[in-house]
């Protein structure tokens, strides 16, 4: 058996690869991990973690394998976000009002990652509901960043980028509704996929905003997130992540108002990732698309009124059984006025058409995840010389246009600052997430040693 240590390191397509070679057992896989997590409850990564029954899927995996069964995922363990339904296994939301809840069927998404195989690992920590992108969960504890205890992981897929990066599970499955995967995966230092919208559906999965909410996966390396993108679509039209060629690729690097305010490390890795691409021979251009400055107020809008109707008869019911911080954002939306609405989608779909046209002259756009390394747990305000900007928003400032747009967006781990990681993203044409995942292995490839996660197992 290879050591827990090595195992935490290691990709899933090589973890996959080994458990069908029959050199690693599901069991000692599941114990290996197991082991970690017990040893970093302080992450708070987990809400329900694995158990006994756990232990048993391995077992059962384990003689599927013997008897020469195949499954892309067959004995691979994948923690799952806690808004996802799990049959038989207990399903939050990151809530107090669901604490109790325990389905009766999976939700789609999940009932994929069975039918390949996969080991339904625990449910991961969110932001209470997922409205939120810290994910210090009121109910189920504060999650914090593997690199640095003091510092946010960033939300709302916060438990689920812990557990890929600290070595607690092979691979995740989280959420995206204004960037609740990619930010996560930037300040922990994961790879992180945001799909096209509708590309892995959602029936049974809790919602926040219906028009905004994506599911996708958070990995070690891109591949990974790559195989889990094909499980999870159901492999409608095709692999999406089949091998696309960058020869001659049209790279549009992003400037204008959105992005001004940005880290000056943050500003130099993106940099560096333009010339690394442009060194593999991809043809890199500055591209400005102004009307993504009415992005922030669009989404602000658009979440608000979608979230406050969902939660309607609770928030009125029972408005103490939420955290604060949730339950004002809930009561705000309870005053966007249906004219505000409207006036948002159609904004909405100036910013569609404006992207719909940016892709005639490019390919993929390059821009980073997020303006900041992981803050500080608790810290309200980022200072920018033009002023003051809450932390929240810089967040998700570079990740909400494409959920606003349902564009393909993927974040991979580029460079570092004070040993935090930091993210770049790239963004595709709609359905387009082979040529995204391209250009994701080529920075993954040119990726500063410190942000390169893959490791080879002996037995590979």
């Known amino acids: 058996m290879a050591s827990p240590d090595l195992l935490a390191a290691a990709p899933l397509v090589q973890i996959a690869t080994a458990l069908h070679r029959r050199r690693l057992s599901p069991v000692e896989l599941v114990d290996a991990y197991i082991q970690r997590i017990e040893a970093t409850t302080g992450l708070r990564a987990f809400i329900t973690p694995p158990d006994g029954r756990t232990r048993r899927d391995a077992q059962r995996a384990e003689r599927r394998l013997a008897r020469g069964e195949r499954g892309a995922l067959l004995g691979v363990p994948i923690a799952v976000k806690d808004l996802f339904a799990t049959r038989a296994l207990r399903t939050t939301v990151g809530s107090r009002i669901l604490k109790?809840?325990?389905?009766?069927?999976?939700?789609?998404?999940?009932?994929?990652?069975?039918?390949?195989?996969?080991?339904?690992?625990?449910?991961?920590?969110?932001?209470?509901?997922?409205?939120?992108?810290?994910?210090?969960?009121?109910?189920?504890?504060?999650?914090?960043?593997?690199?640095?205890?003091?510092?946010?992981?960033?939300?709302?897929?916060?438990?689920?980028?812990?557990?890929?990066?600290?070595?607690?599970?092979?691979?995740?499955?989280?959420?995206?509704?204004?960037?609740?995967?990619?930010?996560?995966?930037?300040?922990?230092?994961?790879?992180?996929?945001?799909?096209?919208?509708?590309?892995?559906?959602?029936?049974?999965?809790?919602?926040?905003?219906?028009?905004?909410?994506?599911?996708?996966?958070?990995?070690?390396?891109?591949?990974?997130?790559?195989?889990?993108?094909?499980?999870?679509?159901?492999?409608?039209?095709?692999?999406?992540?089949?091998?696309?060629?960058?020869?001659?690729?049209?790279?549009?690097?992003?400037?204008?108002?959105?992005?001004?305010?940005?880290?000056?490390?943050?500003?130099?890795?993106?940099?560096?990732?333009?010339?690394?691409?442009?060194?593999?021979?991809?043809?890199?251009?500055?591209?400005?698309?102004?009307d993504l400055q009415w992005t922030v107020a669009t989404q602000l809008v658009t979440l608000r009124a979608e979230a406050s109707a969902l939660h309607t008869r609770w928030i009125r019911a029972r408005p103490r059984a939420y955290g604060v911080d949730v339950r004002t954002r809930l009561q705000l939306g309870s005053l966007v006025a249906g004219a505000d609405y409207v006036l948002a989608q159609r904004m909405r779909a100036r910013i569609r058409a404006a992207m719909s046209d940016v892709f005639h002259d490019i390919d993929v756009l390059l821009l980073p995840s997020t303006p900041i390394a992981?803050?500080?747990?608790?810290?309200?305000?980022?200072?920018?010389?033009?002023?003051?900007?809450?932390?929240?928003?810089?967040?998700?400032?570079?990740?909400?246009?494409?959920n606003l747009t349902g564009l393909p967006a993927l974040s991979v781990p580029f460079g570092a600052t004070a040993g935090l990681p930091i993210g770049v993203q790239v963004v595709g044409q709609w359905n387009d997430e082979a040529r995204v995942l391209a250009v994701g292995r080529l920075l993954e490839a040119e990726a500063p040693t410190l942000t390169r996660t893959s490791q080879t197992l002996a037995w590979h």
């Open 100 to 290: 109790d809840w325990v389905p009766r069927s999976d939700a789609a998404a999940v009932a994929r990652l069975r039918a390949a195989g996969a080991i339904v690992f625990g449910k991961t920590n969110l932001h209470e509901f997922a409205y939120g992108v810290s994910t210090a969960n009121p109910w189920w504890g504060i999650a914090r960043n593997p690199h640095d205890p003091r510092r946010s992981p960033g939300g709302s897929s916060g438990g689920s980028a812990i557990a890929v990066v600290a070595g607690l599970c092979a691979g995740a499955l989280g959420s995206d509704t204004g960037g609740s995967i990619r930010v996560p995966a930037s300040l922990c230092g994961c790879v992180g996929l945001k799909p096209t919208f509708g590309a892995i559906p959602l029936n049974g999965t809790f919602p926040l905003g219906w028009s905004l909410d994506h599911a996708g996966p958070l990995a070690r390396t891109v591949e990974d997130a790559g195989v889990l993108l094909d499980v999870l679509s159901g492999g409608d039209a095709g692999r999406k992540s089949r091998r696309a060629s960058t020869r001659g690729l049209r790279v549009g690097m992003l400037q204008g108002s959105i992005v001004d305010n940005v880290q000056p490390a943050v500003s130099r890795q993106l940099d560096a990732a333009a010339r690394a691409l442009r060194r593999r021979g991809l043809r890199v251009r500055v591209v400005v698309i102004p």
């Open 374 to 402: 992981a803050p500080v747990i608790g810290e309200r305000t980022v200072h920018w010389r033009s002023g003051e900007e809450p932390v929240d928003g810089a967040l998700v400032r570079l990740t909400a246009p494409f």
